[in-house]
């Protein structure tokens, strides 16, 4: 299923959380947006940029997921 991208939040949710563990980059607001330059062609990514947006937020600074 990784291989296959969906126009769906837990489609990006994944994508993103597999590209974050890829990144090194201590600013987070900056790997944010490095995780969205690989992402680019992510179908959720393209058709709802302002929702992906504040759902990678949610899951580095609200649920801080990943520290």
Known sequence: ???????????????????WKRINCEDLRLKIDKVFENLSDHPFLVSNPENARKMAEFRIFSLKKFQ
């Open 1 to 19: 299923m990784k291989d296959k991208l969906y126009d769906n939040a837990d489609s990006f949710a994944m994508s993103f959380d597999d590209e």
